[in-house]
Each structure stands twice: as C-alpha cells, then as structure tokens.
C-alpha cells in the first residue's frame, strides 16, 4: 500500500499556510509565547516571588500599587495570577510531555508488534476509558496524597489513552508502506524501523495530542484544586478560584475574574491553535 | 558468457517448484505455482510478463517480505548462499537483505522514508551492515551517490526525497541497493514510473555497475525493450507460472509459446507498423487460474487444441536452437516448434 | 446475531475484570490498607483492625479480591464504611435525583447540539456558522467550574432566577432546584457536541451520493434533513450511547454545589473520605454499563450498516 509520502511536507508547508493565513491564529500563538516567557520569567525569579507578601489591606480594589487588588490576606492579586500561570505551565507541560511520551511509546508497540504485546496495550486503555475520568483522577490523587507529584501521576495515568489510540491506528497504516517494506528489504531490524522510520511519520499527531493535553491538564488541575487535591502551598489559578467563591458572596470578584480570565486566554488560545493545526492535518475540509 | 563453456557454473540464486499462496479474505488462492528459476554470477536474468502475474510477489518471496498473513510460501524452496530462504529466520534474512541480496523497488518517492534525508537513509545501510566510523559511512555514502551520477551529490545528500525528481529519486533507491555490493540484486520495475529519457539513462547505470561488480539481476519488467537492452536470458510468466525462459536471442528470435509471440508482436516499436494494427492479445489473465484445468492461456490462445484444456503442459526444450547450457524451454503442447512459423518480430 | 452479542460479552468481560483489577489494586493495595486510608492517620489501632475485619479486609490480598469478584456477580456490595448503609440502597436511593439532572441534559444536548449542527452545515462559512464556533471554541475554553460558580452567583443569588441550593424530591418543586445545574451541564455540552456533530456531517456532506443527490435535482432542505442526517445518526447515536454509562454517575461537581443528593455527590463524598465500598461499586457499575453500552453501539452499526447486515 502506499502512502504518498509527498504528505508529510506538504504537511509542514499546509500548517504554516493555515497558521500564516489566519490572523486569530497568529494572535494565539503570540499569546502562548508571551504567557510562556511570563512562566519563565517567573522561574527565574523575575517576577511575581512577592506572591506571598501582604502588600496592602484585604480585599482592595484595582489601585496603584495592586493593579487587580488583593486578596483576602492583603496579597496582590495580580502577582498570585502570573505565578499561578508557572504553575500551570510546567503542569501542563509535563503532563502533555509525559502523557505524549507513554502513549506514543505503547501506541507504537502496540500498532507494529500486534500479538500479545497489542493485545495487552488495547486492554489496558479500554480499561481505562471505562472509568469516568474524574473518578480516575481523584482516586489516584486522593491516594497519592495532595500535592504536585500526585497530580502529575494521576494525569499522566489517565491522559496517556488519547495518543496511544491515535499513534497506534496510524502505525498500523505505515506498518504496511513501500518505505517501510523497502527498509525491511534493506535487513534493518524491527526497533530501528519502528522508531527511525515510522514514529517520526507520527509526529505531527503526537503534536495535536500535545496540544490538547495540555490544556485538559490545566482544565482539570482547577478542578483539582477546587477539591484540595491539587497544588499546596502555591498559588494556582484552581486554588484561587476556589477561595474567590466564598469571596464572591461579598461582592468581591476581583481574584475570581482575574484568575477566569487569565486562564481563559491561555486555554483558549491553546484551543485556536490546535484547531488551526488540526484543520491544517486534515486533508478534507470537514472543519 | 556461459555458451563459451561446457559445464554450466553453479547458479546462485536458484528458486525451484515455488508455489506462493495469497489469503483473501476467507478464500485461498496460488498466486504462483511452480516456479523455477536459476540466477547466475554476472547475469541479467528478465522475468517478463503482464501486471498482476506474480512477478513482484516472487521478489517479494525471495527477501521473505511476503505481507505477513496475506501471503505465504506453499511449497518450493529459494536456495541463496547455502540457505533455503523460505525457511531461514528474520536474524538470517537480516544479514542477506542490503547486503548480500538486495530489492530495487518500482516506485522510488513511495520507497524512500519522507521525513529522513538521503544522506541520512543512504548512511543507514553502512550503519547496519558494517562496522565503519561514521565520517567513512559518510565519505562512502557521499561516493556511492556521485557513482550513481547524482549532480551536486554534496548538497543533496542533505536533500529530502520530496525535494528531488523522480530519477534522481531512483538513482538514491538503487545507490542504497548497491552500496553493499550485493552479489543478487532484485529490480522490480526499476524504470516503470520514470519518463522514457531517464529510463534509459538509469538502466545504463545499472548494466555498468552488473558488468563492474560481476552481480547478478533479476530484472522485472513487462517492457520487452528493457529486455533486449539489458537482459542475457528471460523468463516469461503468466498466471503465475513460467511458460517460457531461454537466452534473450533464443526468445526474440523464435519464441515458441503463443502468449510470448503475442507478446512480442504487440510491443510498440516506436514507428508505424508495417502489418495493420498494433495487436492486442484478447481476453484477460485469469483471476483464478487453479480453477481452470489445463493450459492457462489456452481461453485466449489463438492455436488452442483439445489438449490444451486437459493437462496443463510442463517445461520441455525447444528442440532447435537450444543448447546444454543454456536450455530454451517452454510448456506448450503446440510450441512453434518450426522457426518459420513465427514472424520475425526483432529487425 | 446472537453469536455475535455473545461474542461481544466476551470481549468484553476482560475490560470489566480489568477494571476491578485497578480498583483493588488502587484501594486495597497501593495505598496502604483502606481501612486506615479511611480512618486517617490519628486512628487508634484497635479501632483499625475492628473495622478490617468487620469488612474482612484483614484476609490476605487475594481471598479479598476474590470476595470483591463474588460481590460483584451478586450486586451485593456490602455496607458503606461512612454510614454504615447497605451500598445497594444508597445507591438505589440517590440515582433518582440524579437521573433527574443528568437525563433531560442529554436530551437537550444532543437536540439542540444537532439542530445547531444543521443550521450550520447548511450555512457553511457564513456568520452563523462562524459565530457558532467562536462561542463553542470560547465556551471551551472557560473552566466548568466557573461556569458553575458564576451561575450560581449571578443567575440564582444575584438575579434569584433559579434557586441557589438544595432539592426537594416531589415532582413539581424537583424542576425548580434541577433547572439551573440542568441550563449549566447543557450550555457546556452543547459548546462540544455541536462542534463534534458539525464535523461529522460536513464529512457526509462531501460524500459522493450528496454530489448525486444534487445531480438528480433535490432541494437543499431534502438532502440535508434525508441524507446527511440520516446518515449522520449513527455517530450521532454513538457519542449518545457513549454517555449513557456515565449518566449513572451523575455529575460530581454540579450535584455537589448546589446540594442535591444524587449519585454524583455520594461518589466525591466517598472518594473524598476513602469510602471503599461505595467506591468499588461504583467504578464497577459504572465499567458494566460501558462495555455493554460499547456492544449495543457495536450492534447498531452492524444492523444500521446494510453492507453488514447482508453477509
């Protein structure tokens, strides 16, 4: 069977066309790099490690010295946002890293191998998607114990399915390519031909999972936090939604809209992008 | 060649009684059976015939790359290098393929890799087959490239397939088929997707790198010319089984199976055709040719007889112009025997 | 037919086994014994092996797990390490309210998330397809838990358009507590739903047998309400049945904040506080319901598909 492998280019050349053309998605983009180097800035201590710090009287409005007001132990909001966009960050980035790492790692054998090897792998993620995801989450973080560790584990343990499918179904397509037969009639051995040559024609799918991955991380480490699993300690945009809630009552919506909105960007623009990336890959026009 | 001695040399690729069988579905079915063939040292050995008559599952047969669970070996054996490799392991079929044996594929932008650049798939073969320091690979890779006649070899060994034409696409397959020096190589269809200049450009290549290192070919083709141009001996398939093989003079000179004949006498020859029409052979290949007894060609053979329909004919010698050495043999109950009979179809 | 659901069942049987695999070894294993997972790290020790073996955890691993597997065939789950309840019965007891929320939410959904698909196909490219995606991109992109907090603050306490908390089981007054979670769940639904079956008729709509239809002169309204529709419904049908398991579970975080005592809450409480028994039924009701709502999809597409159905 062949796979006209003029694709694989002209993938590159399409995703760029796509993102070049629409000017939303150049605009997200901007976003994720002004947001990543915000994270970055934050590690280095740039920014925001005032976080903690009690720099005015509760619950204060947008003034000159907290744009978005404080909190209600006088910290500035605006600080515990962009710290929390660190976390969320490096939350969704590992998570997405790893999950990506694993799937794409099973999907593979899975698809090439078959036998007992696929048959296992294909078990194991029906299993898995047969437990309501949230349920999965906190059982594994509930057990693990709050903290970052547990919400990392308990991701990557349930994000991992997504890109194992995928990656799976499209190794079991190339399994059957000229390329791949002409590289078997060259005498080079299974590992080299599954990871050489075939993985890297799967990239551009283990992008998109990237891509969504992260943000269900993000997505998910809020709900997490809602329930005092997740991060400890910090601030992150969870946990400051959470202690807004009751804030709210008072009519106190600084922090809570603050962490929304600045959320809300980032997840978005993460959407945007990975739609147009999506809409690119896609040779027909169902989008 | 080998009309010069008395006793044949040994062949080295030698193929005897293989049957291959294709799963369809739930229905199984020979795509060939009983093939013979023997390839020796330094030959060009054609094995012609139409699409579809399982030429490229032979090759495919020989590098034991048969599509797993679709196609199987029935019976027969392909003796190569002391083993039978219908029943060597992947590891043993590991150390031949690239290297001592090697396949020259039909179609070259779908056989090479998309996202690895040539030099990169090029270095790939050393890397497996020898033990050489990767700035000898790449110094034996960039040399084998310039012997293909690659223009700008240094630049466009950091090329991507897709950035290259077609022919240069081919000369990249058959540099990577070559650089171990293999001493069989398989080319199916090596110049059937290329444009008709290239094509002969690329079947000089080959013929020169044959004659330097004394390898031997199997060359598939359905194109008698690239026969004539390269081949010292042909095999001609239909329905998956050899009806004729014998010296490329003995073929083209008197061809004795009707379907050969036919074959010859329907090849375009790039001027008009004295006779009429350019003939067609009529009817088609059978899809299922085990369920027809006797002859397979004998629905669209023109000299059929009673005969033709009871037992299929087995390979037998011509009896003029066939010698000890190089036997010209065909499975035809009513062979042109007599030259006369046959027109000249070679001027 | 019948070899096929059999063999279906089959199949099936090593996902749920599989399932009950991960929940024991999750609660029973890796975190320790559940008993003291349950009572916390103050318990006193004799409190813990009462409780252990009340609820014969103090057996070794595998006559537990194999208790487990015994419970599962009868439906008999023991009793709640919290209350002390008969697992069944609470379940039995709180899936009511649950259903209440959870089912008129997908009927809309998916209504509303086809007819929005329609109209959008049908408008391809132009303003309403387009305003269509940006709020279901943007509505995507917005934490559910906003959504729930913001709608409680503004829609109910703000604007008291719906009530804030609580449930009351009779048959009117239920509507006037469920109706602001139900608009929640829908809205967020409706933002994935519509995209997805948007998609998938786009795709019908490139079919050939589209193109033909045009050729023979069918109005556009015929060939997208006959055609693309009813070839649509069965992915359509599919993503339905996908949700049905998990309308068992409710929803965790909406029946929790606005106080309705449906299965969604009982399960966060019991996840929360390590509620083994509660748990374990759970997972493994809710993995039962999955495989089997995966072989009625599977026989759907076969008897749907006449290609299929003719062998």
Request: hydrophobic share 45%; net charge neutral.
């Amino acid at each position: 069977m062949n796979i006209p492998n003029t694709t694989f280019q002209d993938l590159r050349t399409r995703v760029t066309q796509k993102f070049r053309g629409s000017p939303v998605a150049i605009f997200s983009l901007m976003v994720i790099v002004v947001y990543a180097i915000a994270a970055v800035m934050v590690m280095l201590g740039l920014v925001a490690n005032d976080f903690d710090a009690r720099v005015g009287e509760k619950f204060m409005s947008p003034n000159a010295t907290s744009w978005l007001g404080t909190d209600r132990l006088g910290r500035d909001i605006l600080s515990r946002i962009v710290y929390a966009n660190k976390i969320a960050f490096i939350v969704g980035l590992v998570t997405a890293t790893l999950s990506v790492l694993l799937g794409t790692l099973l999907g593979a054998l899975s698809g090439f191998f078959g036998g007992w090897v696929d048959a296992f792998i294909v078990w194991l993620y029906s299993t898995v998607e047969s437990i309501p995801y949230l349920l999965l989450l906190i059982a594994i973080s509930y057990i693990l114990g709050a903290g970052l560790s547990g919400v990392y584990l308990a991701f990557v343990l349930t994000f991992w399915v997504g890109p194992c499918r995928i990656i799976r179904g499209e190794v079991l397509k190339l399994k059957e390519a000229e390329f791949v037969i002409a590289a078997r009639a060259m005498g080079y051995g299974p590992m080299r031909i599954l990871f050489r040559h075939i993985v890297p024609n799967t990239l551009h799918l283990a992008l998109v999972n990237f891509t969504l991955i992260f943000v269900a991380a993000i997505k998910s480490e809020v709900i997490l936090s809602y329930l005092g699993l997740g991060v400890q300690g910090e601030p992150s945009w969870g946990t400051m939604i959470d202690q807004a809630r009751a804030e709210l009552v008072n009519g106190f919506f600084w922090q809570i809209g603050g962490a929304t909105v600045a959320m809300f960007l980032l997840v978005l623009a993460f959407n945007i992008a990975t739609d147009t990336l999506q809409q690119a890959l896609d040779p027909r026009q169902t989008r | 060649m080998s009309t010069l001695s008395e006793v044949a040399p040994a062949p080295i690729l030698s193929i005897r009684d293989l049957s291959i069988e294709l799963r369809n579905g739930g229905s199984k079915q020979l795509a060939t059976k009983g093939v013979g063939l023997d390839l020796c040292q330094g030959e060009v050995l054609g094995l012609v015939g139409e699409s579809g008559c399982g030429k490229t599952l032979t090759c495919k047969a020989i590098m034991g790359l048969l599509p797993e669970g679709v196609g199987r070996v029935q019976t027969g054996e392909i003796l190569f290098s002391g083993h039978d490799l219908t029943r060597a392991n992947e590891p043993t079929m590991r150390t031949f393929r690239g290297n001592t044996l090697s396949m020259i594929f039909q179609n070259p932008l779908n056989a090479l890799n998309p996202v690895l650049t040539i030099g990169e798939q090029l270095s790939e073969v050393l890397a497996t087959h020898t033990t050489l320091k990767r700035s000898e690979i790449y110094q034996e890779a960039l040399h084998m490239l310039r012997r293909v006649g690659m223009p700008d070899a240094a630049r466009r060994m950091r090329a991507y397939p897709h950035e290259l034409s077609g022919g240069m696409r081919q000369r990249v397959v058959i540099a990577m088929a070559l650089l171990m020096e293999p001493d069989v190589i398989l080319a199916d269809e090596p110049t059937t997707a290329l444009d008709v200049t290239v094509q002969a450009q690329i079947l000089k290549l080959l013929k020169s790198f044959q004659r330097n290192h004394n390898s031997a070919i199997l060359l598939v083709t359905h194109d008698f010319g690239v026969i004539a141009d390269m081949c010292d001996r042909v095999a001609v398939m239909y329905a998956g089984r050899i009806i004729e093989t014998g010296t490329v003079e003995a073929i083209f000179d008197h061809p004795s199976h009707p379907y050969t004949a036919k074959l010859l006498e329907a090849m375009p020859r790039g001027r008009p055709v004295p006779r009429g029409e350019l003939s067609v052979i009529p009817g088609r290949v059978p899809s299922n040719p085990d369920d027809l007894s006797g002859c397979k060609f004998a629905p669209r053979c023109e000299r059929v007889q009673k005969a033709c329909h009871r037992t299929e004919p087995r390979l037998k010698r011509v009896r003029e112009g066939s010698t000890r050495i190089d036997p010209h043999l065909v499975s035809c109950f009513i062979a042109f025997e007599d030259r006369d009979e046959v027109t000249h179809v070679i001027e | 037919m019948i070899q096929i659901i059999l063999k279906r069942i089959l199949q099936g049987v090593p996902t749920v086994f599989g399932v009950t695999l991960i929940t024991f070894l999750l609660f029973n294993v890796a975190g320790g014994d559940p008993v003291s997972l349950y009572l916390g790290k103050s318990a006193n020790p004799k409190e813990i092996e009462l409780m252990k073996k009340e609820y014969g955890l103090d057996q070794p691993l595998v006559s537990q797990y194999t208790d487990f597997l015994e419970e599962i065939v009868t439906f008999d789950f023991g009793k709640s390490f919290r209350t002390r309840d008969p697992v069944a019965d609470m379940l039995i007891d709180r899936i009511g309210p649950s259903l209440s929320l959870t089912i008129p939410s997908l009927i809309l959904i998916t209504m509303i998330g086809v007819g929005l698909a329609l109209i959008s196909t049908y408008y391809r490219g132009r303003l309403f397809d387009r305003m269509l995606i940006f709020t279901a991109v943007t509505g995507m992109s917005i934490s559910f838990l906003v959504y729930i907090v913001v709608g409680q603050y503004f829609l109910a306490f703000e604007f008291g358009l719906f009530e804030i908390y609580g449930y009351r089981d009779s048959d009117e007054s239920r509507w006037s507590y469920l109706a602001l979670p139900i608009l929640i769940m829908t809205t967020v639904g409706v933002g994935y739903d519509s995209r997805y079956y948007r998609a998938v008729m786009l795709e019908e709509r490139q079919a050939a047998y589209i193109l033909t239809a045009h050729a023979k002169g069918l109005s556009d309204h015929r060939i997208m309400l006959r055609h693309i529709l009813s070839n649509a419904l069965i992915p359509i049908i599919s993503r339905v049945m996908i949700s049905v398991p998990f309308l068992v579970t409710g929803s965790l975080l909406l029946e929790s904040f606005f106080g309705i005592p449906g299965t969604g809450s009982l399960l966060l409480e019991s996840l929360m506080s390590g509620d083994l028994p509660v748990i374990k039924a759970f997972t493994v009701l809710v993995s039962i319901l999955f495989v089997l709502s995966n072989i009625i999809t599977d026989l759907l597409y076969i008897w749907a598909d006449p290609r299929v159905r003719m062998q």
